[in-house]
């Protein structure tokens, strides 16, 4: 089972990349301590993540809540294919999301993915076996490894939150693309995961008003 890293180490990794990059210091000095956004793994962890994909929180507990309840408390591979997808529709679910759930289960049975075992390959290895599933995109591989799995090293580049925060801490016209993001994050290895944290953080703040957006010292 995976474990979230301790306060002690995630404090550690923000000081270290504080160090390392004056543009994550200003993002460090502003931002209280966090905890690893550590949820359960496996098929259910992934299969809850492609459900409540762009819907509210809300929408996405009520769904995920009637998923549950149908498939008799318990989400499984097993459990899943053995209801078509208009049977999972009624649970509240899109088509496309039914058949990725499916899709899912069956690269699980038919073992093209090992979700008891995917903890022995190593980041790289592990989104490209996720993402050779349909439905399974390259963000969702790396939140799931980051938020399921505990991974320390992943950033999902792609997530536009992040690249809103990156902008702020460069003080950058333009947000950073996908390419331009990965290759931003290098200087934060081997703590990418907790500067994911860490700018969600920040932006959050900031969005909700509790962080002035301050411009940074010339």
């Known amino acids: 089972m995976a474990s979230a890293p301790s306060s002690s180490s995630i404090a550690a990794a923000r000081e270290a990349l504080a160090a390392a990059d004056p543009a994550l210091a200003r993002a460090h000095a502003s931002t209280p301590v966090f905890e690893w956004r550590l949820r359960p793994g496996g098929y259910e962890g992934l299969f809850r993540m492609i459900v409540e994909q762009q819907v509210s929180v809300a929408a996405a507990a009520s769904i995920w809540k009637r998923t549950v309840e149908g498939l008799g408390g318990v989400v499984s591979p097993d459990a899943v294919l053995a209801l078509d997808v208009e049977t999972l529709r009624t649970f509240g679910l899109s088509g496309q999301k039914a058949k990725y759930g499916h899709e899912i289960a069956r690269a699980h049975t038919e073992g ?10 190593d980041d790289a290895e592990a989104i490209a076996a996720l993402t050779a599933i349909k439905g399974v995109g390259k963000w ?4 799931f490894l980051m938020f399921c799995e505990g991974r320390l090293d992943v950033f999902p580049g792609g997530d536009v939150a992040l690249q809103e925060a990156m902008r702020w801490a460069d003080a950058a016209e333009d947000r950073p693309n996908e390419k331009q993001a990965y290759a931003r994050a290098e ?24 962080i002035a957006l301050e411009d940074p010292p010339t």
């Not at 969702?140 to 939140?143: I, K, L, S």
Request: hydrophobic content about 40%.
């Open 187 to 210: 200087i934060w290895r081997p703590h990418r995961g907790v500067a994911a944290h860490l700018l969600w953080g920040w932006y959050g703040g900031v969005k909700r008003g509790d």
């Open 112 to 121: 093209r993915i090992d979700f008891d075992h995917l903890e022995r390959l």
């Open 140 to 143: 969702t591989a790396e939140t």
